[in-house]
């Protein structure tokens, strides 16, 4: 009914998972719309995570997303964007792991780092917005069709 996009990105730790991140975002029933690998860099790391700028663990989370290659895609699909953040399961690695075992974040993270949390998704309409031009500035999407008939800019 309600299809919408999201942006996902797969951090770097988890790069290597590919195949099975991939195993698992097609089981889920999404459509990986693009992808594109790329290594951020500082600034375009700083712009992505901006509404984290004034946090205490901002310095770190750009040292760790800038670290090495990350994947980012495009999935579509039914109500996508809370799909995906269900898939991925809580932000902390040590409470995914307590709370939903089976979760991408549970699966794939790092067990000695709670922040390296193996992926990201987009957490509203406007941030998956914002989030698919940041990645993929070049590119023109067909509007997706809301559950109300509705066109919505994804
Ligand atoms: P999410 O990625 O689940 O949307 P978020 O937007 O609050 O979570 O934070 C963005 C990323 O920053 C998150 O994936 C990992 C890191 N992070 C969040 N809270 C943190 C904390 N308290 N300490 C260290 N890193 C944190
Ligand atoms: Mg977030």
Same mark, same amino acid.
């Given at each position: 009914e309600k299809i919408q996009r999201t942006l996902a990105m797969v951090k770097p730790d988890a790069v290597d998972r590919w195949p099975e991140i991939e195993k698992i975002i097609l089981e889920e029933g999404f459509t990986i719309v693009e992808r594109r690998q790329v290594r951020l860099m500082r600034a375009e790391a700083e712009e992505f995570y901006a509404e984290?700028? &004034? *946090?205490?663990?901002?310095p &770190?989370?750009? +040292?760790?997303i800038t670290s090495g290659d990350v994947l980012a895609l495009i999935l579509a699909g039914e109500d996508a964007i809370g799909h995906w953040r269900r898939v991925l399961g809580p932000t902390r690695v040590s409470e995914a792991r +307590?709370? =939903?075992p089976g979760s991408l974040r549970a699966r794939f993270g790092s067990?000695?780092?709670d922040s390296h949390n193996a992926a990201h998704g987009s957490d509203s309409v406007n941030? =998956?917005?914002r989030e698919i *031009?940041?990645?993929? %500035? &070049?590119?023109?999407?067909? %509007?997706?069709l809301t559950?109300?008939?509705a066109k919505e800019y994804l």
């Open positions: 984290h700028r &004034d *946090k205490p663990f901002f &770190d989370l750009l +040292q760790y +307590q709370e =939903a067990p000695h780092n941030s =998956a917005h *031009k940041f990645f993929f %500035p &070049d590119l023109t999407l067909e %509007p997706v559950g109300e008939g």
